[in-house]
């Protein structure tokens, strides 16, 4: 059952026209005290669509007070919230406030369904018992996560995954499509820290030819290339405070517009983003959007770095070890106990990906004629990585080992940058930060 609360009798029957047709059993209210007491003697409740506002006030103060109170009573049920859009900064308070969701009035029919489907869906779903089938994510760490990605993935809710560079954020989207009801769909991958605030629009919704001075001839946008499938954000703490606003906009209204062209085009996308940055940091400096930030953190995945989860490491060389032998036709060799012993001891700040760099390496540059690698083989390779000293030698900070890891990345190619940030994982934008930062 849901139940619909609104002080505007049209809107109540308009929603329950449109759930009835949906085959969904509605509830009505006109306010906070019949809302509630529908809540408390109606256990079929399973979600709540409510407005901001009872009265003439427009603060939305009743509106919060009453998702507080349903979330005393029934933590469980999802609530979405319905507001203008000039008044999104309420729905914000209210997602910081336990919401699931926030639409905006006047809705998209097919908008609404989706997210109260998406909500229901998840507050549903049972956790996974099955592991991902032929999954490339290796580790026992990762269970947790890969059950909620199991859980979460045949809805269209979004999903925000957290984690420093190199744990393997794509990794994890590419499961979540895999899964997914759209897994026959494109997957489409956005660097968003490499597309300039100038050609975002371009980039992402495509243009008409002359649209502009150099658009010579049409161009498909990325949102058009998704449709169907899942369009995985990398990156997205790298956009534009103006690039933002217009990827809200298409966020929230699941619709868009081609450069030159007048025509509104509607989207049929998943959207996975990603981001080694500390976003709710930026949404407290006012360099990321907390609006946008609540939209695409729905659903939250954050990956731990390689130091933490260091139990995984033997499996992982192994499997690195496997997939380069295949790769370059060599006979599969094997790693010493006391080389995965000294690997454990490295601090490896570029995680996974410089684990698997190192494997590689250390597997082209060993004595041909040895059938197994030792831990000297690692040793007099990671000289050549700053963070491959072994941790508990001297006294370092991250900031310290991220330091001495740039530098010498930087020193390693003679200065060239867009190497450099190819071979740390990271965007050239992202790359100059941290140059600034550490004063190199």
């Known amino acids: 059952?849901?139940?619909?609360?609104?002080?505007?009798?049209?809107?109540?029957?308009?929603?329950?026209?449109?759930?009835?047709?949906?085959?969904?059993?509605?509830?009505?209210?006109?306010?906070?005290?019949?809302?509630?007491?529908?809540?408390?003697?109606?256990?079929?409740?399973?979600?709540?669509?409510?407005?901001?506002?009872?009265?003439?006030?427009?603060?939305?103060?009743?509106?919060?007070?009453?998702?507080?109170?349903?979330?005393?009573?029934?933590?469980?049920?999802?609530?979405?919230?319905?507001?203008?859009?000039?008044?999104?900064?309420?729905?914000?308070?209210?997602?910081?406030?336990?919401?699931?969701?926030?639409?905006?009035k006047p809705w998209d029919n097919g908008v609404l369904l989706d997210r109260i489907e998406t909500a229901i869906k998840i507050n549903n779903a049972s956790p996974a018992t099955q592991p991902i089938q032929s999954s490339p994510i290796v580790g026992t760490s990762l269970s947790g996560i890969l059950a909620t990605v199991a859980r979460v993935a045949p809805t269209n809710a979004p999903v925000l995954i957290t984690g420093e560079s190199g744990t393997g954020k794509e990794l994890i989207a590419e499961a979540i499509h895999r899964q997914s009801q759209r897994a026959n769909g494109p997957f489409v991958k956005v660097n968003l820290g490499g597309i300039s605030t100038s050609l975002f629009e371009s980039e992402m919704f495509g243009h008409k030819k002359g649209s502009f001075t150099d658009a010579k001839a049409d161009r498909i946008g990325r949102f058009e290339l998704a449709k169907g499938g899942t369009i995985f954000l990398d990156e997205i703490g790298e956009l534009s405070l103006a690039s933002q606003v217009k990827l809200l906009r298409v966020l929230q209204d699941q619709t868009y517009e081609v450069l030159g062209d007048s025509q509104t085009r509607r989207t049929d996308v998943r959207v996975v983003c990603a981001t080694n940055s500390d976003l709710r940091a930026m949404v407290e400096e006012k360099t990321f959007r907390e609006d946008l930030f609540y939209r695409i953190n729905i659903i939250n995945l954050h990956l731990p770095p390689l130091?933490?989860?260091?139990?995984?490491?033997?499996?992982?060389?192994?499997?690195?070890?496997?997939?380069?032998?295949?790769?370059?036709?060599?006979?599969?060799?094997?790693?010493?106990?006391?080389?995965?012993?000294?690997?454990?001891?490295?601090?490896?700040?570029?995680?996974?990906?410089?684990?698997?760099?190192?494997?590689?390496?250390?597997?082209?540059?060993?004595?041909?004629?040895?059938?197994?690698?030792?831990?000297?083989?690692?040793?007099?390779?990671?000289?050549?990585?700053?963070?491959?000293?072994?941790?508990?030698?001297?006294?370092?900070?991250?900031?310290?080992?991220?330091?001495?890891?740039?530098?010498?990345?930087?020193?390693?190619?003679?200065?060239?940058?867009?190497?450099?940030?190819?071979?740390?994982?990271?965007?050239?934008?992202?790359?100059?930060?941290?140059?600034?930062?550490?004063?190199?």
Request: hydrophobic share 45%; proline share 5%; aromatic share 4%.
């Open 1 to 104: 059952m849901i139940l619909v609360v609104d002080d505007d009798k049209n809107i109540r029957l308009s929603l329950k026209l449109i759930l009835e047709r949906n085959e969904y059993e509605v509830a009505l209210a006109e306010g906070p005290k019949e809302a509630m007491q529908i809540v408390r003697n109606t256990p079929a409740v399973e979600l709540v669509l409510m407005d901001m506002n009872y009265t003439r006030a427009t603060d939305g103060e009743e509106g919060l007070t009453l998702l507080k109170q349903v979330k005393v009573f029934r933590p469980e049920v999802p609530c979405i919230l319905m507001t203008a859009w000039g008044s999104i900064d309420l729905a914000v308070q209210g997602m910081r406030a336990g919401a699931f969701d926030f639409i905006t």
């Open 307 to 440: 130091r933490d989860r260091r139990e995984d490491i033997p499996l992982l060389v192994n499997h690195f070890l496997r997939m380069a032998c295949e790769a370059n036709g060599l006979p599969l060799v094997t790693v010493s106990t006391e080389a995965i012993g000294y690997l454990q001891t490295l601090p490896f700040p570029g995680n996974i990906r410089e684990l698997k760099n190192l494997v590689e390496r250390a597997l082209l540059m060993k004595d041909p004629a040895a059938s197994q690698l030792t831990a000297a083989d690692f040793a007099l390779l990671s000289k050549d990585i700053p963070s491959g000293k072994p941790i508990g030698t001297e006294p370092a900070t991250l900031d310290s080992m991220e330091r001495n890891a740039i530098a010498a990345c930087i020193a390693k190619h003679n200065g060239n940058l867009s190497l450099v940030a190819k071979e740390l994982g990271i965007s050239r934008g992202a790359l100059y930060r941290k140059i600034e930062k550490h004063g190199l």
